[in-house]
């Protein structure tokens, strides 16, 4: 079955960066895209972006771009997400889906990040 | 961007009700409205696409309606395990946005 499996929770430091992983299994990785969304309990839910996983071309969020970046390894059928120059706003859990043309579909289980000095 | 209002923000039911749940697109969204539920400590799981398609593997007392600008989510007879929040997402115009959604309990 569809699976995304996430990298660990991250504590960071403000200023610093983190980058999240997404191995994905169960379909062929390059036939559908890979999306990422922000939950906050005061911002809710908030789409960042998503890559074309056989290209690596990506689409952000305006409010997201320069913050995130989206990156692929074919190879390992990985996405990644780099988030830069964090500060504590950039605290919340982040989730990896595929996305289809009906919309995500299946989800990752989530990565908490926590911005603290 | 397009903003997803939802409706109640909070909702009590017993087993057996029927429950509704809404969102209101600010501008048209054709039928590209998913709905998701969360229960706490998990991803969102996939309920209906496109207004009214039903996920494979979801119970048949979820179904979804409308189009345009105003959507609706029902579950016909709830459940315990139904206990959760759940989301509208609209796939219409990028970027793709949320409502804020709706936490489901039993009364």
């Known amino acids: 079955q569809v699976q995304l499996q996430q990298s660990g929770a991250e504590l960071a430091k403000p200023g610093s960066s983190v980058k999240i992983s997404c191995k994905a299994s169960?379909?062929?990785?390059?036939?559908?895209?890979i999306s990422w969304i922000k939950q906050t309990t005061g911002q809710g839910l908030e789409y960042i972006g998503y890559i074309n996983t056989g290209s690596g071309g990506t689409n952000y969020n305006e409010k997201f771009k320069g913050k995130a970046t989206l990156t692929v390894d074919k190879s390992s059928s990985t996405a990644f997400m780099q988030l830069s120059s964090l500060t504590p706003d950039d605290s919340a859990v982040y989730y990896c889906?595929?996305?289809?043309?009906?919309?995500?579909?299946?989800w990752g289980q989530g990565a908490s990040v926590t911005v603290s000095s | 961007d397009i903003q997803m209002t939802q409706s109640p923000s909070f909702l009590s039911a017993s087993v057996g009700d029927r429950v509704t749940i809404n969102c209101k697109a600010s501008?048209?969204?054709?039928?590209?409205l998913n709905w998701y539920q969360q229960k706490l400590g998990e991803a969102p799981k996939l309920l209906i696409y496109?207004?009214?398609s039903l996920q494979t593997g979801i119970p048949s007392r979820f179904s979804g309606s409308g189009s345009g600008t105003d959507f609706t989510l029902t579950i016909s007879s709830l459940q315990p395990e139904d206990v959760a929040t759940y989301f509208c997402?609209?796939?219409?115009?990028?970027?793709?946005?949320f409502g804020a959604g709706t936490k489901l309990e039993l009364k």
């Open positions: 496109n207004a009214n």
């Open positions: 169960g379909y062929t990785f390059t036939s559908y895209y």
């Open positions: 501008q048209n969204i054709n039928r590209y």
């Open positions: 889906a595929r996305l289809t043309t009906e919309g995500p579909d299946a």
């Open positions: 997402l609209q796939h219409n115009s990028w970027p793709y946005t």
